[in-house]
């Protein structure tokens, strides 16, 4: 096996690929970045969140905005650099909007992940790292979750395209021996890279818990809606295994460490604290650390939602030799730190079409 240079990361204008790609220059990666900024901030130069990550690491990223359906522009990428590996993170993931439009969401989810295995193949680059859920698992059924557990039950139409996929890697790496890839189950991502220069900042309506509460603590929302406070754990609130961004990117470095040394052909790893953490909890661990009230209101359960969930990630500690490191305290400080210094997100680009009057648009 060959040591990997260069890494084409899709996906990289994004929440978790724009901290994974600065770990990745850290670690003396080239990096070969693309997005078609369906859910990323754009700007005159390209991505704001990659020209902060050149700006962290003081090293530069090659970045095409190109989308993985437009099957050509990823082709001629592919021409262009020699990719010893693809860090699959190019997706939509928004689970209310995929029951809506389901279509879109195997669309790109589905025949995005297609075009880019056969672009590989034909480039003869069969390495990748790919992001895929615990949404994978549904409803558990034992505590903590081992990669062993059943997968499939799932409730809504975003996990549905990671199972399918999932599915398509066994049957593409037990058909053609050349494939080496490891699947990547992350739990609940949260936080912010310590710098606060990049962080979370979708461009479609975000419902997750921290991004939601702190723009509760920020003051442009009113109120934390809790879903659910009548569920069978210590306090009544959902208890998930939330992980810091920052951890889950140096797991990406460890599984390309992994796919550089040896031929596992498909693997697939949890990663996630081990730890599971409530509502509650997150809310009062954000409150003290950011010195900031958070409003609550109680409603009923989220459609859809789980009661608990968090990973057994021993084999991720055993295989790859990763653990995470930051604690929730962390998880909580880094994110506050992200959105009081960007309280707005990126810089967005200025739409040319707004008409100025009196020097005041
Ligand atoms: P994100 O939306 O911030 O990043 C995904 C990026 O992919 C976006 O910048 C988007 O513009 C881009 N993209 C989507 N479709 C594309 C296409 N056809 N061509 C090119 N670019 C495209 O999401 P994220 O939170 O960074 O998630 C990254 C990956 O991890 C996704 O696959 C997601 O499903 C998975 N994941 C995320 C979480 C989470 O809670 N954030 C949890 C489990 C798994
Ligand atoms: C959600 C997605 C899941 C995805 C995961 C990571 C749903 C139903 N599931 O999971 O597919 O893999 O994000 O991106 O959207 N909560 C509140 N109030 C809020 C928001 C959340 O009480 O305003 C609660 C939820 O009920 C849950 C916990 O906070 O108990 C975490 O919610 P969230 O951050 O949305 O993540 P998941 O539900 O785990």
């Given at each position: 096996?060959?040591?990997?240079?260069?890494?084409?990361?899709?996906?990289?204008?994004?929440?978790?690929?724009?901290?994974?790609?600065?770990?990745?220059?850290?670690?003396?990666?080239?990096?070969?970045?693309?997005?078609?900024?369906?859910?990323?901030?754009e700007d005159e130069e390209g991505?704001p969140?990659?020209?902060?990550?050149?700006?962290?690491?003081?090293?530069?990223?090659?970045?095409?905005?190109?989308?993985?359906?437009?099957?050509?522009?990823?082709?001629?990428?592919?021409?262009?650099?020699?990719?010893?590996?693809?860090?699959?993170?190019?997706?939509?993931?928004?689970?209310?909007?995929?029951?809506?439009?389901?279509?879109?969401?195997?669309?790109?989810?589905?025949?995005?992940?297609?075009?880019?295995?056969?672009?590989?193949?034909?480039?003869?680059?069969?390495?990748?790292?790919?992001?895929?859920?615990?949404?994978?698992?549904?409803?558990?059924?034992?505590?903590?979750?081992?990669?062993?557990?059943?997968?499939?039950?799932?409730?809504?139409?975003?996990?549905?395209?990671?199972?399918?996929?999932?599915?398509?890697?066994?049957?593409?790496?037990?058909?053609?021996?050349?494939?080496?890839?490891?699947?990547?189950?992350?739990?609940?991502?949260?936080?912010?890279?310590?710098?606060?220069?990049?962080?979370?900042?979708?461009?479609?309506?975000?419902?997750?818990?921290?991004?939601?509460?702190?723009?509760?603590?920020?003051?442009?929302?009113?109120?934390?809606?809790?879903?659910?406070?009548?569920?069978?754990?210590?306090?009544?609130?959902?208890?998930?295994?939330?992980?810091?961004?920052?951890?889950?990117?140096?797991?990406?470095?460890?599984?390309?460490?992994?796919?550089?040394?040896?031929?596992?052909?498909?693997?697939?790893?949890?990663?996630?604290?081990?730890?599971?953490?409530?509502?509650?909890?997150?809310?009062?661990?954000?409150?003290?650390?950011?010195?900031?009230?958070?409003?609550?209101?109680?409603?009923?359960?989220?459609?859809?939602?789980?009661?608990?969930?968090?990973?057994?990630?021993?084999?991720?500690?055993?295989?790859?030799?990763?653990?995470?490191?930051?604690?929730?305290?962390?998880?909580?400080?880094?994110?506050?730190?992200?959105?009081?210094?960007?309280?707005?997100?990126?810089p967005?680009k200025i739409?040319k079409?707004?008409?100025?009057?009196?020097?005041?648009?």
């Open positions: 096996m060959t040591q990997f240079k260069t890494i084409l990361v899709t996906g990289g204008a994004g929440y978790i690929g724009s901290h994974c790609v600065v770990d990745l220059l850290e670690a003396g990666y080239d990096v070969v970045a693309i997005d078609n900024f369906a859910n990323a901030v991505s969140a990659l020209q902060r990550a050149e700006e962290i690491t003081g090293k530069p990223i090659t970045f095409y905005k190109a989308d993985l359906l437009d099957k050509p522009q990823i082709n001629d990428i592919f021409d262009k650099h020699n990719v010893d590996c693809v860090i699959h993170f190019a997706a939509l993931k928004a689970v209310g909007e995929s029951m809506q439009q389901p279509l879109l969401y195997y669309q790109n989810n589905l025949l995005g992940m297609l075009n880019l295995l056969e672009i590989m193949r034909s480039h003869n680059c069969y390495q990748m790292v790919f992001s895929s859920s615990c949404t994978v698992y549904g409803e558990p059924e034992h505590l903590p979750i081992t990669e062993t557990h059943p997968t499939g039950s799932i409730t809504n139409v975003y996990g549905r395209t990671k199972y399918f996929i999932e599915e398509m890697l066994k049957d593409l790496s037990a058909a053609d021996d050349k494939w080496n890839i490891i699947s990547l189950r992350y739990f609940n991502p949260v936080g912010a890279h310590p710098s606060g220069l990049i962080g979370e900042d979708p461009t479609k309506e975000f419902t997750n818990l921290m991004p939601f509460m702190a723009q509760v603590a920020l003051g442009k929302k009113p109120v934390l809606t809790v879903f659910g406070s009548d569920y069978n754990t210590p306090d009544g609130t959902g208890i998930r295994d939330y992980i810091h961004v920052m951890d889950l990117a140096r797991g990406h470095v460890a599984a390309l460490s992994l796919l550089s040394s040896s031929h596992i052909k498909l693997r697939v790893y949890n990663l996630g604290t081990g730890r599971g953490v409530s509502v509650k909890e997150l809310v009062s661990v954000f409150e003290r650390v950011t010195k900031t009230k958070i409003p609550l209101k109680y409603e009923a359960r989220r459609l859809g939602d789980i009661t608990a969930m968090w990973a057994d990630a021993t084999l991720a500690k055993n295989e790859l030799g990763w653990t995470t490191r930051h604690s929730v305290e962390e998880m909580c400080t880094d994110f506050w730190r992200w959105q009081t210094m960007n309280p707005n997100g990126y967005k739409k079409s707004v008409i100025v009057i009196n020097g005041k648009s």
